[in-house]
C-alpha cells in the first residue's frame, strides 16, 4: 500500500558527490551546484527546497518538481539519564529502525543502523533476535546523521563521530554503507576525518578488505571469544569466516600511525569470562595492533546472559593488560532507555519475531 504511493522524484539525500554533480550535469546545472545543494543538505540538514534561501526561486521550484529530500519522521525520542539520546525512525514501508547519540566531554558520537533487523543471530544480541527484513538505503542510513546532526547545531553543538554500530551488520550491507561513508568523509558532505567514522562489523571479512582499501575509516571487530568453538555457539557468522582467518584480516587492515583495530569482547558471565579465556585472546592478539574493547553484557529480554561480575572482570582486563593488549572497559550508556550495545530492536516486537530465543541453550551449556 505504502509502496504504491512511493514518491518518484529522484532522492537527493543519500547521494555521493560524483552522483549529485552527475544528476544536475545531466540536467543542464552549473557544477557549483552539487556544493551548494549539498551543503543545505548536510551541514544546515535542510529538509525543504523552500528552506535553501540563497538558491533562486526559480530554481528550488525546478528542484520541487524533479526532486526531493527524504526525511523519515522521528516516531520517538527517548533520552536516557546519563544524556544518551535513542531515536526510532519510522521509514517509508512501515519498518522501524533506530539510532543513539550519545555526548561525552567533548565527543558527540552517534551510532547508525544499517539494517532493519539482521540475518547473523549473535546469541547476546537483540536485533539479531528479531531476525532480518531488509537493508536499509543510503538515505536512510545518512538521514540518521542529518536527524542527529540538526538536534545538536539547535544546541549549538556538532557531531564528531558517527559509528556503524546500531542494528544490522554494516559489511552485509556494502553498496549503501558505502554511499554512505562517501558523504560522511566527503568535503562537501560531513567533512568527518576517517578516523571518526569507525565501522563494526561481526567479522564479514572480504567486505571487511575491501572497506579498508577504500576508506581510511577505522575497523571494529566483535570478537567475543578466543576460541572457534565458543565463537561459533555465540556468532554463527563464525562458521562461514573462523576466527583464525578473522585475527589474521584484522592484522592485515592498513592502519595510520598510532591507530589500533578495536576488538570488541562482549563478557558473558560463565560463557566466555574465564581467565583461560583471557590468556588465550592475548595469545590470539600477541604483537597485533589491536585494542580490546571489553563489555559488560547488556540484558536484554531476549535472554538469561548476565554480566561477569566485578572482580571478574577486573581480573579478565588485568590478564590481557599484562599480556601486553591495551585494554577499556566500555561504560554503560543509555542501559534506561535500552539504548546500549545489543540491545536496539527497532520498532515493538512483530510477527517476525522468533518464538524462541537461541539464548538460553548457550547459557546453559557453559554454566552446567
Ligand atoms: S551483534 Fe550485530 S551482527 Fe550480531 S546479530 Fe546483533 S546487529 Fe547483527
Not at 19 to 39: A, W
Not at 126 to 132: D, N, P
Not at 273 to 281: F, G, Y
Request: proline share 6%.
Amino acid at each position: 500500500m505504502m509502496n504504491a504511493m512511493k514518491d518518484a522524484r529522484t532522492d537527493l539525500k543519500g547521494m555521493p558527490l560524483p552522483e549529485l554533480e552527475e544528476f544536475f550535469r545531466s540536467r543542464g546545472k552549473e557544477r557549483y551546484r552539487t556544493r551548494q545543494v549539498s551543503r543545505w543538505l548536510y551541514r544546515k540538514f535542510a529538509e525543504e527546497f523552500s528552506t535553501m534561501t540563497d538558491l533562486s526561486r526559480d530554481f528550488r521550484e525546478e528542484m520541487e518538481t524533479m526532486c526531493r529530500i527524504s526525511s523519515p519522521p522521528a516516531e520517538k525520542v527517548e533520552l536516557s539519564l546519563d544524556g544518551t539520546e535513542k531515536v526510532l525512525f519510522r521509514l517509508e514501508d512501515g519498518e522501524g529502525v533506530e539510532s543513539v547519540l550519545i555526548p561525552e566531554k567533548s565527543r558527540r558520537t552517534l551510532c547508525v543502523s544499517t539494517q532493519a533487523g539482521c540475518a547473523l543471530s549473535c546469541v547476546f544480541c537483540a536485533t539479531g533476535a528479531s531476525g532480518f527484513r531488509r537493508n536499509m538505503t543510503s538515505a536512510e542510513i545518512i538521514h540518521q546523521v542529518c536527524f542527529a546532526g540538526r538536534r545538536l547545531a539547535e544546541r549549538g553543538e556538532r557531531l564528531t563521530n558517527v559509528v556503524f554500530m546500531g542494528m544490522g551488520e554494516p559489511l552485509e550491507n556494502v553498496p549503501e554503507v558505502s554511499r554512505a561513508i562517501d558523504i560522511l568523509l566527503s568535503q562537501y558532505g560531513f567533512g568527518l576525518a576517517g578516523k571518526r567514522v569507525t565501522v563494526s562489523t561481526a567479522g564479514i571479512i572480504p567486505a571487511m578488505r575491501d572497506l579498508a582499501d577504500r576508506y581510511p575509516v577505522s575497523f571494529a571487530v566483535s570478537l567475543n571469544a578466543a576460541s572457534e568453538e565458543v565463537r561459533s555457539r555465540l556468532m554463527p557468522v563464525n562458521r562461514r569466516y573462523p576466527l583464525r582467518d578473522l585475527i589474521a584480516a584484522m592484522r592485515g587492515i592498513p592502519l595510520r600511525n598510532g591507530c589500533k583495530v578495536t576488538a570488541e569482547y562482549v563478557l558473558l558471565s560463565g560463557v566466555n569470562d574465564t581467565p583461560a579465556d583471557a590468556r588465550a585472546l592475548a595469545r590470539l592478539l600477541s604483537g597485533a595492533r589491536i585494542k580490546v574493547n571489553l563489555i559488560p553484557v547488556n540484558p536484554h529480554d531476549q535472554g538469561d546472559f548476565r554480566p561477569p561480575s566485578p572482580a571478574s572482570e577486573e581480573r579478565f582486563r588485568d590478564i590481557l593488560v599484562a599480556g601486553g593488549v591495551q585494554t577499556i572497559t566500555r561504560e554503560r550508556r543509555g542501559a534506561d532507555i535500552r539504548a546500549a550495545c545489543g540491545q536496539l530492536r527497532g520498532a515493538p516486537a512483530g510477527p517476525r519475531e522468533r518464538g524462541k530465543s537461541p539464548l538460553r541453550a548457550i547459557a546453559s551449556s557453559k554454566n552446567p
